[in-house]
Structures are given as C-alpha cells and as structure tokens.
C-alpha cells in the first residue's frame, strides 16, 4: 500500500491535542489516509479512535494501514457533520479536523480534482451521491456559476470564467478536468495566464467546495463537537484557505465570548508550520491550525 500523503503539522497537533491516561478516545473527523491517527495511536497504547470520512476509497487505505492497532480503531464512513449529530454527549476526550483534501485525491481518484491530469470533471468525496463538478458546470446558470466561482474561489475572473463556460458547454458538454482547465486558462488574460498560481485554481476550489457542500459543513460539525467533547477534552482545526479558516475563527470567537462560554481559545493566533515543513511538504504552507478546550 503506497501513501501519498503526509500528515500536516503532526508535531503541533501531538502538542495540543493530550490524550488523558487511561482508556480514552478521538475523534478524528477528517481520517484520510490515517496519517494523525496512526500518531495517536502509535503514542498512546490505551486510546481508541473512531476515524470518519466519507470517501470509502481513501478510507480503505486507513483500514489496512491501521489494522495493526485492531479494534482500537473503528471506522465510520460518513459526513462528519452527520456523524457528529448522531454522537452521544460529552464521550470524546479530543476531536480533530483536518481540512484539506488529501493529496490521494489529487494524485489517485481519477475524479477530476486536479487539472494536471485529464479526468472526468466529477470531484464528489462521496462518488455515490449528488452532483459532481461536471453537473455544476453545464447545468448551473452564467450567474450562479459566477457566484459559485467568485464566491468560493474568491476568483476575480469569475465572470469571464462562467461566460466561457456557458459558450463552451453550447458546442458540447464540458467533462474532463483537462478540458475545462484549458477552457479557463483562455478566457482570462494573458498576464493572468502566467502568475504564481494556475489560473483555473480558484475555479477548481470553487467546484468542489460547492460539490461537496464544504463550508456548509464546517459551523454545524463544531457547534456538535463541543456538546460531544468531554470537559477539559480539546478540539484542533487544521485549515487550509481563508474561508474555511474565518468559519472556524469567528465560530470559535463568538463561542468564546458569550455570557456562558463552552470553550476557551488556547490559539490566540493560529499555529503555523515551521520553516522546515514547508520545505519539505509544500502543499503545507497555507495550513492553520486553532484549538479550543471544553471548559
């Protein structure tokens, strides 16, 4: 089994994420290819963890890679949101969410989440259900594909982008990652083309945040990860754009500061990764990381 990708910031979430002695357990939200939880459970013989993800491929590779630590690790495959609702009061001593996508889905789901290979357009965690990128992209309207681009891309070409599209889709359905990368990369200008980043970047955040309903996510899952964290138990949040990073900021915040708080803020600002770890993981370099405790 080959695992592509690296757990962010591990040193730091150890750090601020103490498992209490005895029989406990965590959380982990985001599990991925099991890179923090393999940590956790490697440093503390007597913890459990219930590992969520809703994509049952990348979960697999968790199962095999954990199946050492036997039933000390069970996995749920589901939305964190939903399993979190579920989750009976005050039984995790710590939960975590890691953000980001896994550079599995980048790099091996052949579903269109990278546009340096050519991939059906379909960017779904849960390829079973809803609609993908390619659904999005030659069903939405010129203005709601603007906003989706705009909006969760912060793209300021956002409307050059979506007219392209809707002239483009008119000849043919628009269905792989390559195609529509090109699509964009002609429609902005030129200096555009040629800046620090891909100019179908933003766009292609865009579409899976909007496919995967991401940030619709992130305040419903918090608010219950505090009514399921034990008292003194922490939750960390790793984050890897502003718009996740301000829902989780200004949650916490507000959280923090009501007449009858749940939590105290332990960040005051966010940890970020060292020096070091950028240069060895790159795709680190935008990672934040908040923690809170249950008081």
Known sequence: MEIVHYPVMHQEVLENLPIPEGESLLIDCTTGEGGHTSLFLGRYPSLSVIGIDRDSEI????VERLSVYGNRFRPVNAWFNDYLATAPSETADAILFDLGISMFHYLESDRGFSFRNDEPLD????????????????????????????RYGEERYSRRIARAIVEKRKEAPIESSEQ????????????????????????????????????????????????????????????????????????????????????????????????????????????????????
């Open 123 to 150: 960017m779904r965690l849960n390829r079973g259900s809803g609609m993908s990128a390619a659904d999005v992209v030659n069903g939405y309207s010129e203005e709601n594909l603007a906003d989706v681009i705009y």
């Open 180 to 295: 529509l990368a090109e699509l964009i990369k002609a429609s902005v200008p030129r200096e555009y083309r040629y800046g620090r980043i891909h100019p179908a970047t933003r766009t292609f955040q865009a579409l899976r945040i909007e496919v995967n309903s991401e940030l619709d996510r992130i305040t419903p899952a918090l608010e219950e990860a505090i009514r399921v964290l034990r008292k003194g138990g922490r939750i960390a949040v790793i984050t890897f754009h502003s718009l996740e990073d301000r829902k989780v900021k200004w949650f916490f915040k507000d959280e923090a500061g009501k007449d009858n708080p749940r939590i105290r803020i332990l960040t005051k600002k966010p940890i970020v990764p060292s020096l070091e770890e950028e240069k060895e993981n790159p795709p680190s370099r935008s990672a934040k990381l908040r923690v809170v405790e249950r008081i």
């Open 59 to 62: 979960q697999k590779k968790a």
